[in-house]
């Protein structure tokens, strides 16, 4: 309804069955932050131009997100959706927190300013975000995850892997950190990382004299 569309709401706190749809989901242009929990939405691809927080989460039957128009969204938090399996960030220069859950296997996208992101829990296997050099918090315990190549993150300051049973199994290289000074804390408990490989990240932590620092 037109109405609703151009109605004053900045702030939308709703859920239930009702919403199972694009267009029972539409939301007013002047939404800054939103919320949406307990629907019947299976896909979700509207974002108001003013929209800078978006919060999907126990939605049952969400498998599709798509946020491949640039929008203004600052926070993502897509957690505790079991069958949400496709999230398509495309470019979204203003994020900086991402929260993704169930099944999601892939993840890429142009996240310049991503600072935190957490895609733990889930079946992701690969990370792709090579221009995400502001990013300082990743934690990705108990996924599917078997490598990384870190070295783009120049400001990561917390590595969480903890629980990813692949991770560096039959493996010489399977974590390449940043060439920085900012890295505080790395968990690579209950992984399959070589003693060799784990000797190195140490001597790398070491040799640049990081002070204060926690290796898992």
């Keep these: 309804e037109t109405w609703w569309k151009n109605s004053r709401i900045i702030e939308l706190k709703s859920g239930g069955s009702e919403i199972d749809s694009p267009e029972t989901a539409k939301l007013p242009n002047a939404c800054v932050k939103v919320e949406l929990s307990n629907t019947n939405l299976s896909e979700f691809n509207y974002i108001p131009t003013n929209l800078v927080s978006l919060s999907l989460k126990n939605n049952k039957f969400l498998q599709n997100v798509n946020l491949t128009s640039e929008t203004n969204l600052q926070t993502v938090d897509f957690d505790k959706n079991e069958f949400l399996h496709n999230v398509d960030v495309g470019t979204q220069k203003n994020l900086t927190d991402l929260n993704l859950g169930g099944q999601i296997r892939t993840l890429a996208g142009e996240l310049p300013e991503l600072e935190t992101l957490d895609v733990s829990n889930t079946e992701l296997n690969r990370i792709d975000l090579n221009d995400a050099t502001k990013l300082k918090n990743l934690v990705a315990s108990n996924t599917k995850i078997k490598s ?47 003693s060799e490989e784990l000797g190195k990240v140490l001597n790398e932590l070491d040799a640049k004299n990081i002070e204060d620092g926690s290796v898992k």
């Design 148 to 194: 990384i190549d870190a070295r783009s993150y120049q400001s990561l300051e917390v590595l969480n892997l903890s629980g990813c049973t692949d991770f560096g199994k039959d493996q010489i290289t399977s974590l390449l950190l940043p060439d920085s000074y900012a890295l505080k804390d790395i968990d690579l408990s209950d992984t399959s990382v070589q």
